[in-house]
């Protein structure tokens, strides 16, 4: 497959569970977490499916459209070890969602960083809360969940914290 | 529209108007051009549907991903108003298909640099060639084609070179 097959197939699963986790916690009031800024589009899309005031975004820097920055109340700037740890003196409710956009190219590193985060999240995280990954977790008391119609197994995680 | 949503639609109808233009001038010889590297998704796209031997790649700087770059032969370094004009030079047959992905975020520059390529990828070009671009162009001797299924009008384009 080409990369740009590839890619559009990613992005693509990418929105297709977002839009399923927002559903399956409508209703639900807490925080919104997004793990990778990056350029801003899938905040931006997080915001045409949450109020963005529940929103908090985690980055190590802001290299996003400008459209597309939270203010400095929901952007959280630093290395995601030394941020997600303590964030909820950041982030007022348990979350009812997180995005984790972290994957890079460096696979051994994606891969470790998803271990790493796997031991802090729990704690930020209502129970029932969905996570919605591009890498995939092995969390105790994380069960997965099924993806929405379309996504291959694999292409992208989805999880409930019990 | 999200951006997420909105990013998704213009790859998809970039990677569905190179599958049309490739049926288009199925059987045909020549070669075939891509204006603007970028991370090479576009070209690793290009090379499923052509012979790689026959694509040449024009793009300021070469930042694609190390297993989609041309080699020496087929990508020509350095600003389009430099290589372009005299590319016939290194492209040894007129080209049966160009993709133009030259849009930046500077709305009126992309509007600039289609008008300036406008006046020089006609003499590149076969009779019957191809042109599929991120840019409208107004070119004498181009004839607008339609665009395939799904692909809404302006978000990308497609000519004839008559």
């Keep these: 497959m080409?990369?740009?097959?590839?890619?559009?197939?990613r992005v693509t699963a990418q929105r297709d569970c977002l839009n399923h986790a927002a559903e399956l916690v409508q209703g639900r009031s807490g925080s919104v977490l997004e793990l990778?800024?990056?350029?801003?589009?899938?905040y931006d899309h997080m915001r045409s499916l949450f109020d963005p005031d529940l929103i908090y975004?985690?980055?190590?820097h802001v290299k996003a459209h400008p459209?597309?920055?939270p203010d400095d109340t929901h952007m959280i700037v630093g290395d995601f070890m030394q941020t997600v740890p303590g964030a909820s003196e950041r982030v007022p409710e348990p979350a009812i969602m997180v995005h984790c956009d972290i994957g890079s190219g460096d696979k051994a590193a994606s891969v470790s960083l998803a271990e790493k985060l796997g031991a802090h999240l729990p704690k930020l995280l209502a129970k029932g809360a969905v996570i919605v990954s591009d890498q995939p977790f092995d969390v105790e008391g994380w069960e997965p969940?099924?993806?929405p119609g379309?996504?291959?197994e694999g292409r992208y995680h989805l999880y409930r914290q019990v």
């Design 2 to 9: 080409s990369r740009l097959n590839s890619f559009i197939r």
């Design 36 to 42: 990778g800024l990056g350029n801003g589009r899938t």
């Design 57 to 60: 975004v985690f980055d190590r």
């Design 67 to 69: 459209e597309c920055i």
């Design 145 to 147: 969940l099924p993806l």
């Design 150 to 152: 379309g996504v291959a």
